[in-house]
């Protein structure tokens, strides 16, 4: 797969995992494991972030490697085909991914289409949870018409929804970030998701936010998601920032959102951050950097009740979610942790401080 270029492989890898006839890649989740959050029960804390399986065409094969639930995505009302490429770049010795695809999408008509299929079929018996992770179309006038029409569409086939209003590649996106802008806009996605309550069930509205935000506009935007009553927030997307200790110096200068394992200080001091000020009223999902049970669990400790990753498969392999399964029981078992949900927020205060060094976990 390092043989060719990393869309290519990437798209490899989605077509295998949704056609090839994969043995499951991991055992039955232990009880201690399980996590409700959102008004829904996961059968284990780690999930598959948005970005890898844009069209929602291996959702099977990804609860059948062993996670707890998966995230389509970034789904756009609209088709449309995203940035020109190259727009993947690997940055082997940091373990780590730049991406600039910009929110190319089959459309919510098709992924919703897709997703209906599979529920009728005996594979969707299987627990997992998928959550629609959606976004607006690139020259929309109006972007935050754009998400009621993605909940809309896919209201029927999703478990949640998350906003995606973070994702640096789409230019001005992050403007929806604001304070005024995202109060507009949070108002109206609720308003769209009540109205399918009716005919679907209530569906949790996640927010999805930036690693690189100031303390103030954290606090801004904790307001306001408290405020509008929404289920969670997702913690963190990619940085534009590129640390001083990148290896691939070259590669580094690309445009786009860094992911992999240079993200994981950055993110998580963001997520205790805002477990601090969340005080509770709603669960954090926390992402970025995940590639050990040892990172998983830091995450945890600082705020997370769920936890992501993506990039981390390109270089740990498959394996990685029972892997990091094992080692969360075991680190349970360490720490006298009865449960994953007495582990939350344990360090959120020393993370948020400064006083835990990533380069250490």
Known sequence: MFRLDPETAHKAAIKALARLPLAVLAERDDARLAVKAFGLDFPNPLGLAAGFDKNGEAVDAVFRLGFGFTEAGTITPLPQPGNPRPRLFRLMRDEAVINRFGFNSEGAAAVGQRLARRKGSAAAQKPGVIGINVGAN???????????????????????????????NTPGLRNLQEADALDDLLARVVAARDEQIEFFGRKPVLLKIAPDLSLAELDSIVARARARRIDGLIISNTTLSRPATLL????????????????????????????????GQFPLVGAGGVDSAARALAKIEAGASLVQLYSALVYKGLGLPATIKRGLLAALERNAYPTLAAAVGASAKDWAAGKIAAEDI
Do not use: C, H, W
Request: no cysteine; aromatic share 8%.
């Open 138 to 168: 690139k020259e929309s006038a109006d972007r935050a018409a754009d998400y009621v029409r993605a909940i809309a569409a896919l209201a029927e086939v999703a478990d949640y929804f998350t906003i995606n209003v973070s994702s640096p």
């Open 248 to 279: 691939e110096t070259q590669t580094a200068k690309q445009q786009g959102g860094l992911s992999g394992r240079p993200l994981f200080a950055l993110s998580t001091q963001m997520l205790a951050a805002a477990f601090l000020r969340v005080e």
